[in-house]
């Protein structure tokens, strides 16, 4: 559900509504047995409202298809309503500690500023991108690995302010960290 409610909403924005949902539906039983009109007064204090109903869905799949049990089976799990190939991935990653790559806003700007990449909206989808952050992923230890790429981009490869090299740990390694010039930030 975490990975859900910060599709396109921000962490500080999730953390009090998480905590509420996750007392309210401790487990997919609970949220299976929800109506979507309580989900609504839930959930829409983080918008995007189409996403309440897909967890609406999902939970009525995942208690009538699974058992009440999220798969672990990539294919499975991007069956379900509202679940992206990043959801999945996160899901299995974080989840069950599997090797999953994790591609989204952040980790493409980590790697495209690495590599001295130029860094798009498309980038996501870009074969090369693909590629360098599957390559670069501790696959013994994938969910630790993500979660300090994903805490990096939050306290220090930062997009929409100047990112603090001078406190990155892998700056000797970096194309953009080492650069005189420091590109616009993204």
Same mark, same amino acid.
């Given at each position: ?166 406190? %990155?740990?892998?700056?000797?390694? %970096? ?12």
């Amino acid at each position: 559900m975490s990975e859900v409610m910060l599709h396109r909403t921000q962490a500080t924005q999730v953390t009090p509504v998480y905590e509420r949902f996750m007392q309210r539906y401790p487990d997919i039983s609970s949220l299976a047995r929800a109506t979507r009109q309580e989900l609504h007064g839930v959930l829409r204090p983080l918008g995007l409202h189409w996403r309440i109903d897909r967890v609406y869905e999902m939970a009525q799949e995942l208690d009538g298809r699974f058992g009440a049990q999220v798969p672990h089976d990539k294919e499975l799990l991007l069956s379900l309503p509202g679940i992206s190939e990043y959801i999945a991935s996160a899901v299995r990653c974080f989840a069950w500690d599997l090797p999953e790559t994790l591609i989204d806003t952040n980790t493409v700007r980590i790697t495209g500023r690495l590599f001295g990449l130029e860094i798009k909206d498309s980038s996501r989808r870009n074969r090369q991108y693909v590629h360098l952050m599957a390559a670069l992923l501790d696959a013994e230890h994938p969910r630790d690995y993500s979660y300090a790429l994903l805490d990096l981009a939050h306290e220090v490869c930062l997009g929409k302010r100047p990112p603090a090299c001078d406190q %990155c740990p892998i700056q000797r390694h %970096c194309v953009h960290g080492n650069t005189e010039a420091i590109p616009e930030y993204r």
